[in-house]
T-cell receptor, first 111, second 120 residues
Framework: EDQVTQSPEALRLQEGESSSLNCSYT??????LFWYRQDPGKGPEFLFT???AGEEKEKERLKATLTKKESFLHITAPKPEDSATYLC????????????FGRGTSLIVHP | EAQVTQNPRYLITVTGKKLTVTCSQN?????MSWYRQDPGLGLRQIYY???????DKGDVPEGYKVSRKEKRNFPLILESPSPNQTSLYFC???????????????????FGPGTRLTVL
């Protein structure tokens, strides 16, 4: 069974304090790993897709990296507007190609 | 504007009164799905559809029905709602692509704004 575990569940940072969110996964074969951002009461919004170990993608203060067992979402010098829940999802190469979501990391950035 | 729309956005109903939540996408995506999101449980998939007239159960299908008669629409039906179906519901769509050897792959999902359902 495919499993996705995100840590920590919640993270509080001061503005400018860089940190990383973790997504560890267990799948038979990885087709893709997705990161989403979700604001309270809204639908998740796509951030990145990573396909193979060693791949990295960046967008503003966010950088996503991938290894064979986990992915990190690095947040550099965060701002209060980065406060949100960050979701990770994996798509396995076998079976139905339906993504499995982690439970998310709730990030709060204090000014 | 490319988008997924859901209606209604908010709904309060009573136990046993049938309801339908509509979902529509304008991106010509093959894949559509429904999720519910509850505190501490994350996103759980209810049903999904890989194309017109093709639907399948997700992780929590009990008490729900879906149909996919047109590519753009994927309504969620609750025949007899119960209080444990009080939740935040999201519809999502995704483009299908072909990878190596013709194998299917589904790309990132576009989510609707959500429907907050309360069943009394």
């Amino acid at each position: 069974e495919d499993q996705v575990t995100q840590s920590p569940e919640a993270l509080r940072l001061q503005e400018g304090e860089s940190s990383s969110l973790n997504c560890s996964y267990t799948v038979s074969g990885l087709r893709g790993l997705f990161w989403y951002r979700q604001d309270p009461g809204k639908g998740p919004e796509f951030l990145f897709t990573l396909y193979s170990a060693g791949e990295e993608k960046e967008k503003e203060r966010l950088k996503a990296t991938l290894t064979k067992k986990e992915s990190f979402l690095h947040i550099t010098a965060p701002k209060p507007e980065d406060s949100a829940t960050y979701l990770c999802a994996v798509q396995a190469s076998g079976g139905s190609y339906i993504p499995t979501f982690g439970r998310g990391t709730s990030l709060i950035v204090h000014p | 504007e490319a988008q997924v729309t859901q209606n209604p956005r908010y709904l309060i109903t009573v136990t046993g009164k049938k309801l339908t939540v509509t979902c529509s996408q304008n991106m010509n995506h093959e894949y559509m799905s429904w999720y519910r999101q509850d505190p501490g449980l994350g996103l759980r998939q209810i049903y999904y559809s890989m194309n017109v007239e093709v639907t399948d159960k997700g992780d929590v299908p009990e008490g729900y029905k879906v149909s996919r008669k047109e590519k753009r629409n994927f309504p969620l039906i609750l025949e007899s709602p119960s209080p444990n179906q009080t939740s935040l519901y999201f519809c999502a769509s995704s483009l299908r692509s072909r990878g190596l050897a013709g194998a299917s792959s589904y790309n990132e999902q576009f989510f609707g704004p959500g429907t907050r359902l309360t069943v009394l």
